[in-house]
């Protein structure tokens, strides 16, 4: 009879156990969110090639690992007075918003430097103007410039939080940092992470997100944007013809005519210009299609040489390997135009190239129509560039290559260095814990599921071991 009543006791304690575990797990999943109205921050992106407002809109506590949950942009002059229709009135005053200006106005700054600072007056005279809380208006340097992009990049893809299932923000188990690259018109930057803790130089970082301290080794190139390492590129060609006026061009597909005044050339800081320089002198680039005399004269415009630990032009980098990359903006732009998005071989990068710019003109815009021309004309030389900057430049190779990833967003948000800035300037993002509160204090939900799930597993086993000595 006690051994009838000790069985039916276990099996009482394992029914009223499952049956507190479920209901304790019921009720903490039903959590009370107070003064849920949404919080708003604007960047504005002063690029090279153009300026870009992202106006970022989150809850005050976030239900997602990336926090972010729309983003729109359009120019600046069109897209304010939108802006400030789309953020409530009640929270103009609480809409944070900053302006960074990148490689474009660096290369201004040090051409002409009473003329960035006049634009950058002109701006913050014109953004204190707005209902809303301007910030600063400055320009960003390029080591800024990569970091931020590298936030960003790891932000969006989840590596410095996760909830867990005691519903808290914590570091991801066996989390690890993906290293970004950012191709502009102007500049182009490279970021990832130090496998020593210790070690410092002058492109080194160390920076605290969410309580972890991260070593971050990150550069930019000043002019080795995609639009000015073109330049520099028609530039050699232009200075090694015989013809001043008519230059063939390589990376330029066969058939293809383009005649361009020399100002548009040399008139950058990134170029010397010539002795007999005469910026109103038209210029005729005509298209060869050869990938290889393209790829040299590409390579040209790179001092690679200089020492062995190092990219190029001198500039100290640790190896990129063997950890993972994204690369986006320009990257992105140039893998996508030759079909080779997302992950791929560098065999493929490379047959994909040549098969690019070896079509004529007529066979290019058949087959690449959706390119408009103004961009298409020039990813020829772009998918050359793109593979001398990450193999002789960056130091990839083959094992190395296949674990970037050219992607233009993650999870639907664009990838640039604007949300970054964000959470790095504000640290608004996360926001407060208190405005979620849950029904059970975390530490109390933890020692019951410990002690009911604890009751389970006794409760089995002593049935087990009662049914298994009923059977001899």
Known sequence: MACKFGTYLAFLFLLASLAVIITISVI?????????????????????????????????????????????????????????KIVPADQHNSTILYLGATAGMRLLHSQNESKSNEILRNLQNYLQSLPFNFQNASIMSGHDEGLYGWITVNYLMGNFLERNIWNMWVRPAGGKMVGSMDLGGASTQIAFTLPDPNARGKDIVQVSLYGYEYNIYTHSFLCYGK?????????????NSENATHVTNPCFNLGYNMSVSAESIFGTECIDTPADYDPKLMITLKGSSDNVACRDVVQSIFDLTSCTNCSFNGVYQPSVGPGDFLAYAGFFYTAQAVGLKGISQLDQWNSSTWEFCSWDWPTLKLKKGWITEKYRKSYCYSAHYVQTLLVNGYKFNKDTWKHIDFQKQVHNTSVGWSLGYMLHTSNMIPAEAKLVRLPIANSLFGGLLFLFTALTIVSVMFLIIKAVRACY
């Open 227 to 239: 639009n000015e390492a073109e330049k520099r590129v028609l530039a050699a060609l232009v200075k």
């Open 28 to 84: 903490q999943g039903h959590k009370r969110i107070f003064e849920s109205r949404l919080k708003y921050g604007i960047v504005i992106d002063s690029g090279s090639s153009r300026s870009t407002v992202y106006l970022y809109q989150w809850p005050a506590e976030k239900q997602n690992n990336t926090g972010v949950d729309k983003q729109s942009w359009v120019s600046i002059k069109e897209c304010m007075n939108n802006i400030t």
